[in-house]
C-alpha cells in the first residue's frame, strides 16, 4: 500500500476524499454498514478534522524523513518525523537491541539506488526504526547508509532502536500528521474487524494494529 517515491511535486500532506470513498463503498458491497452504521458520518468528520489540523512544524536547522503512503484512487497521505528528535528520543528512552536485516529488506529498499556513498560508517552506532502499525511496517528514520553497508557486508542484523506510537507520535513532524497516522490505523481496525480478523471486542494488537482512537483524541 506504500512506497517510496519523490516527494517534491506534492504541496499537500494528504489527499484522502478517494479513498474514503472507496473504503465506504466496499464496507457498504460487504453488508458492513450494519457493523459500522455511522462509517459515512465517520469519515466525512475525518476529513473535516484534518483541514483543522495544523501544518505547522519546528523549521529551524532540523531535517525531515518523509514517506508516502498510496491508496486506491490516486490518494495518498504524508508521514513525517523530526529526525533529531526522534534519535534523541531513541537514545534516551529506548533500549537497542539487534533486528533482522531480512524484516528490514522487505519495506526499506525501493529508494536505495537514491543515496550518495559514504564512507567510515560505524555499525556499531546504532539504526533508528519505527513500527508503524497501519500497515505493519518497519520504517529507518535514520541510518540508511549503515544498513545498506550492513547488507553488502552479509549480516543477518543490526544494531536498533525501535520505536512504537507511543514514542513515535510526538516526533512526528506536527498535529496533522499524528492524525493521518491515527485515521490509518482506525481504517485498519475496521477492514480486521470486518475480515473477521478480529472481534468488535478484542484489542487490536492481536492484528498488530494500534488501539482505535475516538474522535477527541484525533
Known sequence: MSEY???DDFDNYYSLKSFFDFFYDDMKLKG???VFPGLEELLRNYLTKLSQKSKEK???NYQFFRKI???PGSSYYIAEWNIQKTIALAKNNIKKKDFPINILLNFNTAHQEKLGKKSNLNLDEPIVIVYYPPNQEVIIIDGNHRFYKAVEMGLKSISAYILYP???LETMSNDLCQA???MHNNINVMANVVAG???MNENPQKVGLDRFFEMDEI
Open 5 to 7: 517515491k519523490n516527494l
Open 32 to 34: 458492513a454498514l450494519n
Open 58 to 60: 519546528d523549521l529551524g
Open 69 to 71: 503512503f498510496n491508496f
Open 166 to 168: 507511543n514514542s513515535f
Open 180 to 182: 493521518l497516522y491515527k
Open 197 to 199: 480478523n478480529l472481534k
